[in-house]
């Protein structure tokens, strides 16, 4: 395997990953079972491996008006400390990706973007940093990153810590906090749905830190937990992923995350393009659907409606919580309304689904 490994690679083998190749990195998408590590998110906890994230850091004068062009969200009213969404389009409204914006200063942010784009995004940020006053550093590969996530998580982490996690809140992080006697920003963000932290670290204390966590999380029900189910988490509340929910062809318009779009502030790339959009209104929708008929649907299966191909399956799963055959789906806006019945392609025969509403799943008290 030429894939890229993270510093866990071995840790991974040691506790039974099953390991894929997933944006160029050799990861684990498994290890006791998708549906046994989806539980355990949900009504426990899980701890993930999500090295292979990237992360540019902007630094200088002219760090926030460099973000305030990049992003179609508005950090200006971010205070230090605070975590952003937002995705990042092309000139034609097209999404060059989704990212986290981490103030830690005034003139200071590091953006969190996928491993399948670090690439690209390092580009596309040193290419539209000209004429601004800011210094850009990819530490993709000087940074390792955990995730524990799930309803368990607070407990099982304050084994390990004295910082205050109770204060914490959702979308805030702490720059420099020890954890099980090792230094890590810890944030409290996640991609399941659930209650959760991130910590990003030295990539040689990632194995340690993994132990630990495993070691403080055994009396809670702890699982390591891997690609698959982080997909089928992420899908059940319908949080977009980029190459499926978004592409350089899908705005964050049609992916219905225009809340991250700000087009009241100053200019930034791909305004115009978001402008006229939402002005005229989208021509496609990513929608979500529920299988009517047996079939489960996959990316990339057409979706009819009355004899005629209206769009395509976006993400198509059984989803472990909800015990359904869901999917999501970008196709003609005039048939995005719930209860619209639709076919998906499967094997070349149509099978009854229909558009229901967005997320299929809340946490509860949130």
Not at 188 to 204: S, V
Request: charged share 20%; net charge negative; glycine share 10%.
């Amino acid at each position: 395997m030429s894939a890229k490994q993270t510093p866990l690679y071995e840790t991974h083998l040691k506790y039974g990953g099953r390991m894929v190749e997933f944006g160029g990195w050799a990861l684990p998408v498994q290890y006791a079972g998708i549906k046994e590590e989806h539980q355990a998110v949900r009504t426990k906890a899980g701890l993930f491996d999500v090295s292979h994230m990237g992360e540019v850091l902007a630094e200088g004068p002219g760090a926030l008006a460099f973000v305030q062009k990049l992003i179609t969200n508005n950090a200006s009213k971010l205070e230090i400390n605070q975590i952003l969404y937002s995705p990042i389009c092309y000139p034609d409204g097209g999404t060059v990706d989704d990212l986290l914006v981490y103030k830690q200063a005034e003139d200071r942010y590091l953006l969190v973007i996928n491993a399948a784009n670090i690439e690209k995004d390092w580009n596309w940020m040193q290419e539209n940093a000209s004429g601004f006053d800011v210094k850009l550093t990819n530490l993709s590969d000087e940074t390792a990153q955990l995730a524990l996530q799930g309803p368990l998580a607070t407990e099982i982490l304050a084994k390990l810590t004295s910082a205050p996690l109770a204060d914490l809140k959702y979308y805030w992080f702490m720059p420099d906090v020890l954890v099980a006697g090792k230094n890590v920003l810890l944030s409290r963000t996640g991609y399941t749905g659930e209650d959760g932290f991130e910590l990003y670290c030295a990539p040689q204390d990632a194995a340690y830190l993994w132990e630990a966590i495993m070691e403080a999380g055994k009396p809670y029900g702890l699982q390591p937990a891997a690609l698959g189910c982080r997909d089928t988490l992420r899908f059940e509340v319908c949080f977009p992923l980029y190459g499926h929910e978004l592409t350089k062809d899908i705005s964050p318009l049609e992916a219905g995350i225009g809340i991250f779009v700000k087009l009241d502030k100053e200019d930034f790339l791909g305004k115009e393009a978001l402008q006229a959009q939402k002005a005229n209104g989208v021509k496609r929708r990513i929608v979500g659907f529920e299988m009517i008929e047996r079939g489960v649907a996959r990316a990339d299966y057409p979706v009819w409606v009355e004899g005629r191909q209206v769009g395509c399956v976006t993400t198509g799963s059984y989803a472990p919580s909800l015990d359904k055959n869901l999917g999501l789906a970008l196709i003609e806006a005039q048939y995005a309304q719930v209860g619209q019945q639709i076919g998906i392609e499967i094997r070349g025969k149509q099978v009854a689904a229909q558009v229901v509403s967005k997320p299929f799943y809340k946490r509860e008290g949130k």
